[in-house]
């Protein structure tokens, strides 16, 4: 079973720090979900959260690139990754490109 979650991309470019620890919490519940994935279509975010055999501790963020060319997008996920973060989604507001950035470890 799954859960979606519908994020209105302006939210996200108005309070990203807000947008971010909403999605975490939705880990917290009693239901044990994770992050499958998330689609842009033009305006909100479709996130989909489906069941997960074992409760993960994750941390979101979403982060505008700095440099949209391929190489500076490249450049960030690398080094996010190397942070401990891994690239779950990204989406366009405007001429900035966002990420969708997710830290995880087993509980």
């Not at 470019?13 to 239901?31: F, G, Q, Y």
């Not at 994935?37 to 479709?46: E, N, P, R, S, T």
């Amino acid at each position: 079973m799954n859960k979606i979650v519908q994020i209105n991309i302006d939210d996200i470019v108005i309070d990203p720090e807000a947008i971010s620890e909403m999605l975490t919490e939705c880990l917290k519940r009693r239901r044990m979900v994770r992050l499958a994935g998330a689609c842009d279509i033009g305006g909100v975010l479709i996130a989909s959260f489906e069941d997960s055999p074992v409760r993960v501790k994750s941390e979101f963020v979403f982060a505008p690139f700095a440099d949209t060319s391929c190489d500076g997008v490249s450049a960030e996920i690398c080094s996010r990754y190397n942070s401990g973060f891994s690239l779950r989604a990204s989406f366009r507001s405007g001429d900035t490109v966002w990420g969708l950035f997710e830290r995880t470890e087993l509980k």
